[in-house]
Every structure is written in C-alpha cells, then in structure tokens.
C-alpha cells in the first residue's frame, strides 16, 4: 500500500478521510496541524465601541454574502 500524500489533499478531503480512517493517527495530526497553522482572521482592539462592533460585524457578514452570491 503506497503512503498517501496529505499535503496534497484539500481541507474538505483530508477531514473525511479522517473520518473515515479514526485509527490514523497521522493523518489527524496533519489535519491537526493545517487547523491550527491558519492565522486568525482578523483582532479587533478591546477598546472598540459596540457601534464600531456592529459595523465590523455587519461588513463581515455583507463580504461572506457576496462571496455566496453568483455573480
């Protein structure tokens, strides 16, 4: 059996391979590590205002919209 190429695979294939394969460990610590390797999206300083809030929110959620959205 020829070993698999994790690297190689996407997300949404390496998590249902994981799933389908629990007792492999090395592929859920690749999955692991690609996981954690991603930076947050964005921080937001403590001191922002609950008007500044909902107008990062609202942005946040008007750019995933348009994204979804076929153009």
Known sequence: MSKLNFHAMSNAELRAYVIAHQ???EAF???ADRLTAKPPT???PASMTPEEIHKAVSDIIQQK???RSPS
Do not use: N
């Open 65 to 67: 919209q348009r994204r």
């Open 23 to 25: 007792d492999d460990q």
């Open 42 to 44: 964005a921080t937001y």
């Open 29 to 31: 610590y690749a999955l």
